[in-house]
């Protein structure tokens, strides 16, 4: 089995959380089937035909322009259950710009979209199992599943293990949002113990004088302590 073969667990966001609508239609009504590992799902290619460099995880570097918003540096470790680093993953992320729009052709509400911002970015870990990526601190932004449905400021990760069949989605929210309690994403997460684990928290050793505030978000795939997934 891969590093990122997982079962989901109490803490993970159950398939159906009718107060989350969306999952009301898309939530399987039998019971899952499981697919055997077949070699050509762990061979084939994982990260297409160009390694990620660099440039891919300075999401404000991506224009002729910065973009605008607050800089933030996002950094933290992918982990084993057993607290080893996972080497060599893909991180994905993608995010709405700072006034809360994403580039999408779905996103029609009435915020500006930044012509120096994609909101897209990934990396490697390293052999620590690291990754990081600068940024700007998305905007909140409303979602049409109930009355004045805010969604809390958040960035989408995705890590691959070693093949396209290993992935795990999740989301990383920022400190103290006062939009947590009204959230039916967030609060799918029965367990606070577990939302706590998707909360990122403000880092001094990241956080560069003059230039952005850090924000530590560490992923733990395997364990009782892991992140929550979407799955
Ligand atoms: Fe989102």
Redesign the pocket.
């Known amino acids: 089995m891969s590093a990122l073969c997982r079962v989901p667990d109490d803490g993970d966001p159950p398939y159906l959380y009718p107060a989350y609508r969306s999952t009301v239609l898309r939530a399987p009504s039998r019971p899952l089937v499981m697919l055997p590992d077949r070699i050509a799902d762990t061979t084939g290619p994982a990260f297409g035909d160009d390694r990620p460099d660099a440039g891919d995880a300075d999401l404000t570097g991506q224009h002729a322009g910065e973009p605008l918003g607050q800089r933030i540096v996002v950094s933290g470790r992918l982990l084993d259950g057993d607290g080893r680093p996972i080497r060599s993953a893909l991180v994905e992320i ?3 710009n700072a006034a809360g729009r ?1 580039v999408h052709r779905v996103d029609q509400h009435p915020a500006p979209l930044d012509p120096n911002f994609t909101g897209a970015g990934r990396c490697l870990t390293d052999d620590d199992g690291r990754y990081r990526f600068v940024t700007i601190r ?1 905007g909140a ?1 409303p ?1 049409q599943n109930h009355p004045n449905a805010w ?1 809390p400021a ?3 990760f995705s890590v691959f293990g070693r093949a396209f069949t290993d992935r795990l989605v999740t ?1 990383m929210y920022f400190p103290g949002d006062p939009l947590f309690a009204d959230d039916p994403i967030f609060q799918s997460v029965r367990d606070p113990a577990a939302r706590e684990r998707l909360v990122s928290a403000l880092d001094w050793e990241t956080t560069t004088p003059e230039w952005a505030l850090g924000y530590r978000f560490d992923i733990v795939v395997g364990s009782r302590s892991a992140t929550p997934m979407e799955d």
Do not use: V
């Open positions: 993608w995010q709405a994403y998305p932004y979602w969604r958040h960035i989408h989301q």
